[in-house]
């Protein structure tokens, strides 16, 4: 089954303790991406990649940091996370190539709250 | 860069009644306008796109028209039902270029 997979789903975390949220999809996509949602902003883009190692800055890159060692994973860190960070996030996945090209599927979303 | 508006941000309807979402982009380079549906406690999943060389697509009760040159896109559901009810995106981007933009979001709600 094609999917984005996400873990964890769900974190309490405190200000300043490291934290990485994986991402990892199994459809061969060129193309990951990371957003988060927040009540009346909609899902702003922190980061994204369009191959393996490389990467570039979204609307909201800062406090967060990505990877993209492999094609299928790409996870988000968190270095020293702040309470502005509390937020939903998802990460996204879809092909550059092809008839399905640009057809974007989300992971089920990880609930990241930061005391 | 791109920026897309979205309105309404809510919008309430009356079941068998129709729903109209608008947007607005900025970026004359923009060429592909998805639209996503987010139910409660779930992830957005697309349910329609248009590229920019069509002006209308319709799937069953949902449709999607583009008017490139005032840069705007709208989604038409007819007759709403219940499992209507959420949030919708629309997003405009390029093919072949990495980023799509999301507007704010509609939180669309059916009543019966």
New interface residues.
């Given amino acids: 089954e094609a999917q984005v997979t996400q873990n964890p789903r769900y974190l309490i975390t405190v200000t300043g303790k490291k934290l990485t949220v994986t991402c990892s999809q199994n459809m061969n996509h060129e193309y990951m991406s990371w957003y988060r949602q927040d009540p009346g902003l909609g899902l702003r883009q922190i980061y994204y990649s369009m191959n393996v190692e490389v990467t570039d800055k979204g609307d909201v890159p800062e406090g967060y940091k990505v990877s993209r060692k492999e094609k299928r994973n790409f996870p988000l860190i968190l270095e020293s996370p702040s309470p502005n960070q509390t937020s939903l996030y998802f990460c996204a996945s879809r092909s550059l190539t092809g008839q399905a090209k640009n057809i974007q599927y989300f992971g089920a979303g990880t609930r990241l709250s930061v005391l | 860069g791109e920026n897309v508006e ?1 309105h309404p ?1 809510t919008l309430s309807v009356q079941e068998g009644d129709s729903a109209v979402i608008k947007c607005t982009y900025s970026d004359s380079a923009s060429n ?1 306008f ?1 639209w996503y549906k987010q139910e409660l406690g ?5 349910i329609i ?1 248009i590229r920019s060389n069509v002006g209308e697509k319709k799937d069953q009760r949902i449709a999607v028209t583009l008017n490139k040159t005032a840069k705007h896109f709208s989604l038409h559901i007819t007759e709403t039902q219940p499992e209507d009810s959420a949030v919708y ?1 629309c997003a405009a ?1 390029t ?2 270029w ?8 509609t939180q669309v709600v059916v009543t019966p």
């Fill in positions: 979205q941000s592909y998805p779930k992830r957005p999943q697309l796109d995106f981007g093919d072949s990495g980023k799509l933009q999301f507007g704010a979001g």
